[in-house]
């Protein structure tokens, strides 16, 4: 039988072995027929004897050294600094995540505020909210041929993105970018102008009688700026 | 939700890791000392081993998971961690080993000291562990590990080899290894240890 410590079993054992069985002191201590053997050997043999006595005393001066620092850790400054990075990451990441949530809440906000500006802008000029719902009413223009037809553009007055000015209620029509102002401070003036001008102003025009003569009547507001546009019933 | 003491060490992580105070502080209350003593023993420095338990345990704050429960124990974690801080720090000052006692390395020479010794035999024996220790940190690496963990910690080859991530065989042929170096260095102290051995 061999041991880990190469001890054969057989008695007496040799130098080699028992060398090897005291610098393997556990097992030593553990085998009771190995420490029997060890202890014939020490006996015989002077200089082994000595040499476990060397080995004794170092293992007596290894615990002796372990016992030193036995209850030896880590002073407490090192607790407080791992401490303050545990507290700092922890803070900072919570930081982070709020920042986070407040900024997309804030996104959130604006996004709502400009979809109900941008509502009531349209609902303020008359158009509709729902552009893409006009598709069909698109193609609805401002029908300026005036008494060529017979027709007028009486009754025309909002259709999606394309702007109609009315001429049947009386009303006038905003012009793209103006603002309603009131009416005392506001001048109605009739104009005589070709049709193809109402394109400036930014009306579908047909291009076909683009060259007529229509009269128009213009809100102009107390800057002389034209503010709005009414067709009159009767075109000269 | 109160924390147990049982708590297991990667619950405690886990805890953390999310933040939780409570927890941390007994994950490092339960292994700031076992590696304390593992890098002071290793390093034969004071500072240096207080440099390595906060690198280690910084770890655990910044990159918790490079922990794998799978992979092994949290203490096993931690030791290798600081295993490896201890090998940047002896290639980095590889010569710088305190050959002599210091007051403040973290060592209590005096606290083993009987008191019916004499001057002489206080001082044979002071110099003698000195020299011990000065042995202990001049072994190589490989030697110096298991030494210190299973003569000064005084771990079972099992836990030792569960530390260290090797075989429980590799221990002990790096501790009979180890023994038989410190043996050869302290050699020439050889009638010293007899004559205080023969003294007490």
Redesign the interface.
């Known amino acids: 039988m061999q041991g ?1 410590n190469g001890f054969t079993g057989r008695v007496p054992m040799t130098c080699e072995e028992f060398a ?1 069985a005291c ?4 097992s030593a201590s553990e085998d009771s027929a190995l420490r029997q053997a060890v202890l014939e050997h020490s006996r015989k043999c002077p200089h082994c004897a ?2 476990q ?3 004794q ?3 007596d ?10 209850d ?4 407490s ?3 407080m ?3 303050q ?3 700092t ?2 803070r900072t ?2 930081a982070r995540r709020f920042a986070l949530i407040g900024s997309w809440g804030l996104a959130a906000a604006a996004v709502v505020v400009a979809v109900v500006s941008w509502t009531n802008w349209r609902h303020a000029n008359g158009l509709s909210v729902f552009p893409g719902r006009a598709g069909t009413e698109q193609t609805a223009k401002v029908d300026t041929n005036g008494p060529s037809d017979g027709q007028s553009a009486a009754g025309a007055l909002v259709v999606g993105d394309t702007l109609v000015a009315s001429s049947a209620s009386g009303d006038f029509t905003l012009l793209p970018g103006s603002t309603p102002s009131p009416m005392e401070d506001a001048t109605v003036v009739r104009v005589q102008m070709q049709r193809g001008a109402l394109g400036a102003l930014g009306f579908t025009v047909n291009e076909e009688h683009a060259s007529d003569l229509i009269q128009v009547d213009l809100l102009v507001g107390d800057d002389g700026l034209p503010q709005a546009v009414r067709l009159p019933e009767t075109v000269e | 939700m109160p924390i147990e003491t049982d708590d297991r060490d990667d619950v405690l992580l886990r805890r ?1 890791a999310k ?1 939780d ?1 409570d927890a ?2 007994l994950l ?1 209350r339960k292994y ?2 076992p ?3 593992f890098a ?2 290793m390093t034969g420095q004071s500072w240096a ?2 440099e390595i ?2 690198e280690v ?2 770890i655990v ?2 990159e918790p998971r490079k922990f794998d429960p799978n992979r092994g124990t949290l203490g096993g974690f931690l030791y290798g961690v600081a295993r490896n801080r201890v090998m940047k720090h002896l290639e980095r000052s590889p010569r710088d080993l305190p050959l002599t006692e210091e007051t403040d390395d ?4 005096d ?2 000291a009987s008191k019916e010794m004499t001057p002489v035999e206080w001082a044979e024996l002071h110099e ?2 000195a020299r ?2 000065a042995a ?1 940190l001049d072994l190589p690496v490989e030697f110096r590990e298991a ?1 210190v963990l299973c ?4 771990m079972s ?1 099992e836990e030792a080899a569960s530390t260290l991530d090797c075989p429980v ?1 590799t221990i ?1 042929s790096r501790l ?1 290894r180890g ?2 170096l ?2 050869a260095k ?2 020439m102290l ?1 009638e010293v ?2 004559r205080v ?1 023969a003294g007490q």
Do not use: C, W
């Not at chain 1, 001066?61 to 036995?70: A, N, Q, S």
């Open positions: 880990n090897l610098l393997e002191a556990r000595a040499l006595v060397n080995l005393t170092l293992q001066d290894l615990r002796y050294v372990g016992l030193e620092t036995k030896a850790e880590a002073p400054r090192v607790q600094r791992v401490m990075e545990f507290r990451k922890h990441a919570k | 953390s933040g105070q941390f502080a490092y700031q000392a590696l304390y003593r002071l023993r081993a207080e338990v906060q345990f910084l704050i910044r973290g060592f209590s020479p606290t083993l003698r562990r011990v220790r202990v030494v003569e000064l910690e005084e080859y065989g002990r009979h023994r038989a410190l043996l302290l050699e050889r240890p007899r051995h």
